[in-house]
């Protein structure tokens, strides 16, 4: 079993950056591949980004291809996403997500563990 934390979040003007962090409890952080999602208000949660159990595999949404950024230290037990260019409709609570195998995966109900989230809010 894993514990996810995340951390970044806030207020950003369009066209900024944040960087959020997922901190994982445990010793098996290495058996996860590791997925990011969002949450907008009125909005189901949606797929962001995904990296493999060794980071050699990445997938990303088309929505955020380009702009973010998804990597992971292993030995920090920490994944993280680099957002850039952010946009207004990127705002959302943002959730990290592990799943007890090697390849990634964007769908939700194939993720085991989950944050509790952390907001991050783009103005115009």
């Known amino acids: 079993q894993v514990q996810l934390v995340e951390s970044g979040g806030g207020l950003v003007q369009a066209g900024g950056s944040l960087r959020l962090s997922c901190a994982a409890s445990?010793?098996?952080?290495?058996?996860?591949?590791m997925g990011w999602f969002r949450q907008a208000p009125g909005k189901e949660r949606e797929f962001v980004a995904a990296i493999s159990m060794s980071g050699g595999s990445i997938y990303y949404a088309d929505s955020v291809k380009g702009r973010f950024t998804i990597s992971r230290d292993n030995a920090k037990n920490t994944v993280y996403l680099q957002m850039n260019s952010l946009k207004p409709e990127d705002t959302a609570v943002y959730y990290c997500?592990?799943?007890?195998?090697?390849?990634?995966?964007?769908?939700?109900?194939?993720?085991?563990?989950w944050g509790p989230g952390t907001q991050v809010t783009v103005s115009s």
């Open positions: 445990g010793r098996t952080f290495g058996s996860y591949a």
């Open positions: 997500a592990a799943r007890p195998r090697v390849g990634y995966s964007p769908l939700l109900y194939e993720y085991d563990y």
